[in-house]
C-alpha cells in the first residue's frame, strides 16, 4: 500500500505544477487543439533541457535522470491536470519504455539519449481491436531479406503517429510478434491523421509497404515487451487520469462556492453537497488506486499486473465521472464550447478507451487475482 510522497517528490510536483500552469493554460490548449502538429515545439524542447522531464525516468547511462515511475506518475498527473498538448505519453511512456524492456543495447544506446534531451519524438503502434489492446491483433507483417527487414500493413489510431519520428510497429514473423523501428522518412510510410473527439491527443492511421525497418530486441520477443509496456503505460495512464479527476473537481467546487442562487451559493444546497461529495470519493480513491499502481511499477515487483488492471478501470471511470458532473454542476454554461469543460470531458473518454475499457480492464484484474 502506498504511503507518501518525499520532500523531493513534492518539490517536483510543485515545480512540475507551476510550470504547466504557465505554459499550458487553457488559451494555449485551444490554440494548439486547432493545429496539425498539435504542440509546441519551443515547450517541449524546454521541457526536456531545463526541466529533464523526458529523461525523467530514463537511466543515466543513456542520458536521463535514472528517477522512477512514481515521479515520472506525479509528472503524467500534473500534465493531466492541464490537458498539456503533447507528445509525452506517446515518446516517454510508450516508446521509451518499449526500448528499455527491449533489451537491446544498441537501440537503447541509439534512441534513448535523443529521447531524453528532446530531439525525437517516438511512438508505438500499439494493436488495438474495437477499444481494446490487443497483442493478437497485429496485422502488420515483416520479412527478411538479403537486403534487410520490411514490413507491410496498417495500424489505426496510433497516438501522435502523424509527428513521430520513430515509430515502434509491433508485426508478425516466422518467429511471431517481433518490434519494429520504423524512421519517419522510410519508403512505403505513409501516415494520415484521425479526426477524433478530443482533440488535445493526436492519433493518426500509419501504413507501410515494403517499408523498410529495423528490428528491436529479439525476434518473436515482441509479446513480452507489449505486455510489459501495456502494464506500465496503463499504470501512467491512470496517474493522468487522477490528475484530470482532480482538476475538474477543483472546478466545480469552485463553481459551486460562487455562484449564487435563490440568495445563497449554489453549494449550500444539500442534493449538491451529495453529489459532489460522491465526486470526491471517487476522485480520491481513484488516486489512491493510481498511487499504488505507481509503487508497483516504481518495485517492478509481482502486483504490478493487477494493480495496472485495477487502477485503469477504476480511474478510468472516475475521470468520467467527474468529468460528467462538473458539467451538471455548471448547468446550461457547461455545455458551451466557452467552457472548459467539455474539453476534460472529451479527454477522459478517449482516455476511457485508449488502452482497454475498464471492463477489459475488470477481466484482466479477475484473471490476476484468480477469480
Same mark, same amino acid.
Given at each position: 500500500?502506498? =504511503?507518501?510522497?518525499?520532500?523531493?517528490?513534492?518539490?517536483?510536483?510543485?515545480?512540475?505544477?507551476?510550470?504547466?500552469?504557465?505554459?499550458?493554460?487553457?488559451?494555449?490548449?485551444?490554440?494548439?487543439?486547432?493545429?496539425?502538429?498539435?504542440?509546441?515545439?519551443?515547450?517541449?524542447?524546454?521541457?526536456?533541457?531545463?526541466?529533464?522531464?523526458?529523461?525523467?525516468?530514463?537511466?543515466?547511462?543513456?542520458?536521463?535522470? !535514472?528517477?522512477?515511475?512514481?515521479?515520472?506518475?506525479?509528472?503524467?498527473?500534473?500534465?493531466?491536470?492541464?490537458?498539456?498538448?503533447?507528445?509525452?505519453?506517446?515518446?516517454?511512456?510508450?516508446?521509451?519504455?518499449?526500448?528499455?524492456?527491449?533489451?537491446?543495447?544498441?537501440?537503447?544506446?541509439?534512441?534513448?539519449?535523443?529521447?531524453?534531451?528532446?530531439?525525437?519524438?517516438?511512438?508505438?503502434?500499439?494493436?488495438?481491436?474495437?477499444?481494446?489492446?490487443?497483442?493478437?491483433?497485429?496485422?502488420?507483417?515483416?520479412?527478411?531479406?538479403?537486403?534487410?527487414?520490411?514490413?507491410? !500493413?496498417?495500424?489505426?489510431?496510433?497516438?501522435?503517429?502523424?509527428?513521430?519520428?520513430?515509430?515502434?510497429?509491433?508485426?508478425?514473423?516466422?518467429? =511471431?510478434?517481433?518490434?519494429?523501428?520504423?524512421?519517419?522518412?522510410?519508403?512505403?510510410?505513409?501516415?494520415?491523421?484521425?479526426?477524433?473527439?478530443? @482533440?488535445?491527443?493526436?492519433?493518426?492511421?500509419?501504413?507501410?509497404?515494403?517499408?523498410?525497418?529495423?528490428?528491436?530486441?529479439?525476434?518473436?520477443?515482441?509479446?513480452?515487451?507489449?505486455?510489459?509496456?501495456?502494464?506500465?503505460?496503463?499504470?501512467?495512464?491512470?496517474?493522468?487520469?487522477? !490528475?484530470?479527476?482532480?482538476?475538474?473537481?477543483?472546478?466545480?467546487?469552485?463553481?459551486?462556492?460562487?455562484?449564487? @442562487?435563490? =440568495?445563497?451559493?449554489?453549494?449550500?444546497?444539500?442534493?449538491?453537497?451529495?453529489?459532489?461529495?460522491?465526486?470526491?470519493?471517487?476522485?480520491?480513491?481513484?488516486?489512491?488506486?493510481?498511487?499504488?499502481?505507481?509503487?508497483?511499477?516504481?518495485?517492478?515487483?509481482?502486483?504490478?499486473?493487477?494493480?495496472?488492471?485495477?487502477?485503469?478501470?477504476?480511474?478510468?471511470?472516475?475521470?468520467?465521472?467527474?468529468?460528467?458532473?462538473?458539467?451538471?454542476?455548471? !448547468?446550461?454554461?457547461?455545455?458551451?464550447?466557452?467552457?472548459?469543460?467539455?474539453?476534460?470531458?472529451?479527454?477522459?473518454?478517449?482516455?476511457?478507451?485508449?488502452?482497454?475499457?475498464?471492463?477489459?480492464?475488470?477481466?484482466?484484474?479477475?484473471?490476476?487475482?484468480?477469480?
Amino acid at each position: 500500500m502506498f =504511503g507518501s510522497f518525499t520532500e523531493t517528490q513534492d518539490q517536483l510536483r510543485d515545480l512540475v505544477r507551476d510550470y504547466l500552469r504557465a505554459k499550458s493554460p487553457e488559451t494555449e490548449v485551444r490554440r494548439l487543439m486547432d493545429t496539425e502538429e498539435g504542440y509546441a515545439p519551443g515547450v517541449w524542447t524546454q521541457m526536456a533541457r531545463e526541466l529533464g522531464l523526458q529523461g525523467l525516468a530514463i537511466p543515466e547511462q543513456y542520458g536521463g535522470q !535514472g528517477a522512477g515511475w512514481i515521479e515520472l506518475g506525479i509528472v503524467l498527473e500534473e500534465m493531466g491536470r492541464t490537458l498539456l498538448c503533447a507528445p509525452f505519453f506517446s515518446t516517454v511512456v510508450l516508446a521509451s519504455t518499449s526500448l528499455l524492456e527491449s533489451g537491446d543495447e544498441e537501440a537503447k544506446q541509439q534512441y534513448l539519449p535523443a529521447i531524453a534531451d528532446g530531439s525525437l519524438i517516438a511512438t508505438v503502434a500499439l494493436p488495438e481491436d474495437n477499444g481494446r489492446w490487443n497483442p493478437d491483433e497485429v496485422t502488420v507483417r515483416a520479412v527478411h531479406s538479403p537486403d534487410g527487414w520490411t514490413a507491410s !500493413g496498417a495500424t489505426r489510431f496510433v497516438l501522435d503517429g502523424a509527428i513521430a519520428q520513430l515509430i515502434i510497429v509491433p508485426a508478425r514473423t516466422a518467429s =511471431g510478434i517481433s518490434l519494429f523501428a520504423v524512421e519517419a522518412a522510410a519508403p512505403g510510410l505513409v501516415r494520415t491523421p484521425s479526426i477524433t473527439l478530443d @482533440q488535445t491527443r493526436k492519433f493518426a492511421t500509419i501504413e507501410l509497404d515494403n517499408t523498410p525497418a529495423r528490428l528491436i530486441g529479439a525476434e518473436g520477443g515482441g509479446r513480452r515487451i507489449l505486455e510489459r509496456v501495456f502494464d506500465f503505460a496503463a499504470v501512467a495512464l491512470a496517474a493522468e487520469q487522477a !490528475g484530470g479527476a482532480q482538476a475538474v473537481l477543483d472546478t466545480s467546487v469552485d463553481y459551486l462556492n460562487s455562484r449564487v @442562487q435563490f =440568495g445563497q451559493v449554489i453549494g449550500a444546497f444539500q442534493a449538491l453537497k451529495h453529489m459532489a461529495a460522491d465526486v470526491l470519493i471517487e476522485v480520491e480513491s481513484a488516486k489512491s488506486a493510481a498511487y499504488y499502481a505507481l509503487e508497483a511499477a516504481a518495485e517492478d515487483n509481482d502486483e504490478l499486473p493487477a494493480a495496472a488492471a485495477l487502477a485503469q478501470a477504476y480511474c478510468s471511470e472516475a475521470f468520467v465521472t467527474a468529468a460528467h458532473q462538473n458539467i451538471q454542476f455548471h !448547468g446550461g454554461m457547461g455545455f458551451t464550447w466557452e467552457m472548459s469543460a467539455h474539453l476534460y470531458f472529451k479527454r477522459a473518454r478517449s482516455s476511457e478507451v485508449f488502452l482497454g475499457d475498464a471492463f477489459t480492464h475488470r477481466e484482466s484484474l479477475a484473471q490476476h487475482i484468480g477469480i
